[in-house]
T-cell receptor, first 114, second 115 residues
Framework: GDSVTQMEGPVTLSEEAFLTINCTYTATGYPSLFWYVQYPGEGLQLLLKATKADDKGSNKGFEATYRKETTSFHLEKGSVQVSDSAVYFC?????????????FGQGTRLTINP | DVKVTQSSRYLVKRTGEKVFLECVQDMDHENMFWYRQDPGLGLRLIYFSYDVKMKEKGDIPEGYSVSREKKERFSLILESASTNQTSMYLCATTLTSGVITDTQYFGPGTRLTVL
């Protein structure tokens, strides 16, 4: 079945460092791809998404490009802040029994030190 | 803004108790979902519903049931709680059915401990 694999965490960086969180997927058909973020004590919220090959999703300085040839959707940010500390989930979307179903990676915990 | 609320943030129950987790959304969304979140496993889908009184099993439905009597409310029921159901439970909604690009909106989660 479809699956998503993220780089294992936790990841600890200093403020203003460059961030990459790797995500690869296995899917039949043409899924949409998402990054969700979970701040401490909260539910998940959408960070960005891309719906077709070569699309780039971006939000809050984060970017990810849908690479069909490498089945990847890596998350990047040029200069992280302490407020970016959170758990990040990569996910793909498929339609099952007429409803959208998300398949999540295991999550990557990111800690940014001042 | 979409608001998804869950009845409790923290819950402690005993083995064998019947447990109800409730989720309410205020934006007339069609689809509602229940996930459990465990470290190293990400989120796994328990059940979802695409309409009132309709439900479909997700990937891990064993030991759970659901109820959707009104469009805005989706309940997760643990008929006889067990310690391996200790987890964080997250409710989510999407506006429409069958749209692969839809954003899911999540509640804050209920951390359930079964003793």
């Amino acid at each position: 079945g479809d699956s998503v694999t993220q780089m294992e965490g936790p990841v600890t960086l200093s403020e203003e460092a460059f961030l990459t969180i790797n995500c690869t997927y296995t899917a039949t058909g043409y899924p949409s791809l998402f990054w969700y973020v979970q701040y401490p004590g909260e539910g998940l919220q959408l960070l960005l998404k891309a719906t077709k090959a070569d699309d780039k999703g971006s939000n809050k300085g984060f970017e990810a490009t849908y690479r069909k040839e490498t089945t990847s959707f890596h998350l990047e940010k040029g200069s992280v802040q302490v407020s970016d500390s959170a758990v990040y989930f990569c996910a793909l979307s498929q339609i099952i029994q007429g409803a959208q179903k998300l398949v999540f990676g295991q999550g990557t915990r990111l800690t940014i030190n001042p | 803004d979409v608001k998804v609320t869950q009845s409790s943030r923290y819950l402690v129950k005993r083995t064998g108790e019947k447990v109800f987790l409730e989720c309410v959304q205020d934006m007339d969304h069609e689809n509602m979902f229940w996930y459990r979140q465990d470290p190293g496993l990400g989120l796994r889908l328990i059940y979802f519903s695409y309409d009132v009184k309709m439900k479909e099993k997700g990937d891990i439905p064993e030991g759970y049931s659901v109820s959707r009597e009104k469009k805005e409310r989706f309940s997760l029921i643990l008929e006889s709680a067990s310690t391996n159901q200790t987890s964080m439970y997250l409710c989510a909604t999407t506006l429409t059915s069958g749209v692969i690009t839809d954003t899911q909106y999540f509640g804050p989660g209920t951390r359930l401990t079964v003793l």
